[in-house]
């Protein structure tokens, strides 16, 4: 995107500073995890590799405009310790045009956060980047120690992880209605602040331990400075492929893809990653400091298939607890192959056409034009089932841009150690979510239809008549 297309009354737009500001992120993260330089090129060679091998696959992608952002694609993730936080990362993921897209109550699956995904949520912004951060909220009402919830409770309220510049710049953008360049390009440097890794924790070990001991994340969310970005994420044409190459990269994957299995037609999105870095980190110690570790920040690889309405989500859940009943993944991986022919199986009755997935209604498609549909106008009132079978309207499935709590989980736990799930006995609690965020959060199924309602009304519209 050029500086001068960019330009609104003066002001740079949210999608252009939401580029700015994942480029900074993917920099900085390169810097602080080498491991991710890694699976950035091994993604890369991944990609390349699929569409050189599959030239109908790459015109397709190319015909839908959905090539260009692939390669460059990321998700990040953060956790965060308070209401006031989450509200305040609303406001600033505002400014880059991502609101909040679905709710996801993790406490259920063992670990104790509840959260959302800051995206695009216009098929044009998405187009331009798509850049996406799951961002969860610690539970600590699930902490059963009264007394180590109070000191957690203490700690957090006592940290501020927003910088003055990025608050002050927060509330630029929405009293002015936007940022130029220049103030743009400060607001990136000052949120990045936020999304830092710090080597030296707020905690004495001790206490440390406790956390630690209550969970894992509980001590990753309340020990530090601030919420440090803990994986970023690329996005890969075949995930199964990544999955063998990674030892051939010096990176040992988890056990078992997260997600559907491997399909023709990729459906929602499937996850693997390697295991949490144990990097050393300072801890208080009366008026100096002690060496120790923590354990948190890893590599995460998606690949991301079409948007199921909610008929096929219905039917992706059902098969999913399907197949957990006949196989159970072990948290070691033991059973991964066995596991991974179960799921293969039981997901036998998911149609894997894209024709058949939309005739079914499973799946969110986008309507255009045929070159020759662009050049042989319709007879008067066809409908879109004739123009698809005169071949003068073209489907593509609409990609899922958000997340599966089962598949978070899975990673969460696999990064956190073999031992992190837990029981904490929870209902979803997506009201207080929301009173916490400070606003309701997005229906993704909503989204997704009207992004498919509108390529209709714009293909029909374009193909009528009186405009031909």
């Known amino acids: 995107m050029s500086a001068q ?51 109908a696959e790459r015109h397709r992608l190319e015909a839908a405009g959905g090539l260009a952002r692939i390669t460059e694609e990321r998700h990040g993730a953060i956790r965060l310790g308070t209401a006031h936080e989450l509200s305040t990362m609303r406001r600033l993921f505002a400014v880059m045009g991502m609101q909040p897209v679905g709710y996801y109550d993790l406490s259920e699956a063992g670990v104790p956060v509840h959260s959302t995904a800051f995206r695009p949520v216009t098929d044009e912004a998405l187009s331009r980047n798509p ?31 927003f910088t003055a510049g990025c608050l002050a710049l927060i509330e630029k953008a929405e009293a002015a209605g936007g940022l130029t360049e220049e103030e743009a390009t400060r607001f990136v440097a000052e949120a990045l602040e936020t999304f830092r890794w710090h080597s030296r924790a707020n905690v004495p070990l001790e206490l440390y331990k406790r956390l630690h001991d209550a969970h894992r994340l509980i001590a990753d969310v309340v020990s ?32 078992v893809v997260e997600g559907p299995p491997t399909r023709r037609c990729p459906i929602l999105l499937r996850q693997t990653s390697f295991k949490a870095l144990s990097e050393p980190v300072d801890f208080r110690d009366g008026d100096g400091w002690r060496s120790g570790f923590h354990t948190a920040r890893f590599g ?23 197949s957990r009943r006949l196989v159970a993944p072990a948290a070691d991986g033991s059973n991964a192959a066995e596991y991974m022919t179960a799921l293969q199986e039981v997901f036998a009755p998911f149609p894997d056409s894209w024709d058949e997935i939309r005739r079914q209604q499973l799946g969110y498609f986008t309507y255009s034009l045929t070159e020759t549909g662009r050049r042989n106008p319709p007879a008067p009132n066809a409908d879109l089932e004739s123009l698809i079978g005169a071949g003068l ?17 899975g990673i969460f736990q696999s990064n956190l150690g073999d031992d992190a799930q837990q029981d904490f006995s929870a209902s979803p609690n997506q009201q207080r979510f929301e009173a916490d965020l400070g606003a309701s959060v997005l229906n993704p199924f909503d989204l997704y239809a009207e992004i498919e309602r509108a390529s209709i009304d714009t293909c029909l519209s374009a193909m009528s008549p009186a405009t031909a």
């Open 131 to 161: 850049f996406r951060v799951f961002t969860s909220l610690l539970r600590l009402d699930l902490i059963a120690d009264a007394g180590l919830r109070q000191e957690a409770e203490q700690l957090l309220a006592a940290r501020s992880i």
């Open 300 to 322: 995460e690889i998606e690949q991301r298939g079409i948007a199921l309405t909610p008929k096929g989500r219905a039917l992706y859940d059902t098969l999913l607890q399907d």
């Open 224 to 255: 530090f400075k601030g919420p440090h970005i803990n994986h970023l994420t690329p996005r890969t044409l075949d995930i199964d492929m990544v999955q063998r190459m990674m030892p051939e990269k010096g990176i040992a994957p988890k056990a």
């Open 5 to 55: 297309s960019s330009f609104s009354a003066g002001f740079i737009s949210a999608d252009a500073i939401r580029t700015l500001f994942s480029n900074a992120m993917s920099e900085m993260y390169r810097t602080e995890v080498p491991a991710y330089q890694t699976l950035v090129e091994l993604v890369r060679e991944v990609n390349e590799a699929v569409l050189a091998a599959d030239p």
């Open 393 to 409: 309207v073209r489907f593509d499935p609409v990609v899922y841009e958000d997340f599966l709590p089962v598949s978070a989980a």
